[in-house]
């Protein structure tokens, strides 16, 4: 999954997602205490700060007051989130497919530099999510430096720069972020009357660090139902669904892209193939040159792994093109995990694939590869 370092305000939010993304601290509330370095000019202090490691930002609002003012000041956000993006890094997810206990089960964040040229990458380890024996690995959604995974408990958004982690409430499906605005949203859509034979959405929103609740939105005029999980591209939630063709025909559905503008919280969908729409977390959406795409992975044949690449050309027109792609099997041979897992593209346009597990038993290489579609 591509992700760049993009931690514009990774310091800036630490509240549990139901209220405020922000906890104050002990220091914050007591401490009015001023330090020495407080008589150190602005703008020293914005050039030193914002090349500092995003966890010892966190630390240094417990200084004093003042500095907790000043390291939550947008004009460091903007500072710290332009320093840190000239060396951008993307980070890969895995399992390591634990069957015990289901706090056994985790999935691993590793990240890497996005612009190496190097054949043998030198990771660094993010963190070591506990995600239960049902959740599937393979969705780790990023979103303007937090990322979001599904747990048997729901979704969380975690903070791989401060490793910080906010539980959202379980029927929260998508979470995304509005570039404009600055803030990330969560998405709950879900039945009013599951047992009713005519479906009727909720949808609900809640504004991460906004400081309300939950607040309903209105849907789509005709019916639908959600399928697939879901990916944030420039502000717009895409997610697959199957729309009936009117209030009265629940019979007849029609394969469509749901798409969610997180700044004006309103909902619309895009006409789309049936192989684009996939249930669950069998749907791997992805980022290509800044347009949504789609992957479709075929049976593996004798010599190579074909894959199609399904592209949102024209989302006012409907409009998807199509590529058929075909990865060498002698290359994935020395892989010893069978599912490929996409993880994104990276500034190059190229499509990052990883094996889904890793092999906690035996010590083996950890591949990364680059697929060039062009």
């Known amino acids: 999954m591509k992700r760049r370092r993009e931690e514009k305000d990774k310091f800036h939010n630490s509240r549990e997602a139901s209220g405020s993304f922000r906890k104050r601290t002990e220091y914050e509330e007591k401490d009015t205490t001023p330090s020495k370095l407080d008589s150190v000019h602005d703008d020293l202090k914005m050039a030193i700060m914002s090349r500092l490691p995003a966890k010892s930002l966190m630390k240094f609002r ?23 993006s000239a060396e951008p890094r993307f980070i890969v997810s895995f399992s390591n497919n634990a069957f015990g206990k289901p706090e056994e089960k985790l999935t691993f964040l590793l990240s890497y530099p996005e612009g190496s040229s190097s054949s043998s990458l030198v990771p660094r380890f993010e963190m070591a999510l506990p995600v239960g024996l049902r959740a599937s690995q393979e969705y780790c959604a990023s979103l303007h430096g937090f990322l979001s995974v599904y747990t048997d408990h729901g979704l969380m958004v975690c903070n791989p720069s401060t490793e910080q982690v906010f539980n959202l409430t379980k029927n929260t499906q998508f979470v995304g972020y509005d570039p404009i605005g600055g803030q990330h949203k969560a998405l709950s859509v879900h039945l009013r009357d ?46 697959g669904g199957y729309k009936y063709n009117s209030t009265t025909d629940f019979k007849n559905k029609n394969p469509v892209v749901m798409c969610f503008d997180v700044r004006s919280e309103k909902v619309s969908f895009i006409q789309a193939p049936s192989a684009v729409v996939l249930c669950g977390k069998n749907a791997i959406f992805i980022e290509y040159n800044g347009k949504l795409a789609s992957i479709l992975v075929h ?35 020395s892989v010893s995990c069978r599912r490929m897992s996409f993880q994104g593209t990276n500034k190059a346009g190229e499509i990052i694939i990883v094996p889904s597990v890793v092999n906690t038993i035996k010590v083996q290489p950890f591949y990364i590869f680059y697929y060039n579609v062009t």
């Not at 417990?62 to 840190?84: G, N, T, Y």
């Not at 049976?299 to 399904?310: E, G, K, V």
């Open 194 to 239: 599951p047992s009713s034979a005519r479906p009727h959405l909720l949808h609900k929103v809640l504004t991460l660090g906004g400081g309300g609740g939950w607040r309903d939105i209105e849907g789509t005029p005709v019916p639908y139902i959600p399928v697939s999980v879901g990916v944030c591209i420039n502000g717009v939630i895409y997610y």
């Open 62 to 84: 417990c200084v004093s007051k003042m500095w907790c003012s000043f390291i939550r000041r947008q004009e460091l956000v903007d500072s710290f989130f332009a320093v840190s």
């Open 299 to 333: 049976p593996p044949l004798a010599r190579s792994i074909p894959f199609d690449l399904w592209i949102l050309e024209d989302a006012q027109k409907h409009e998807w093109s199509k590529q058929t792609c075909v990865f060498p099997s002698s290359a994935w041979e």
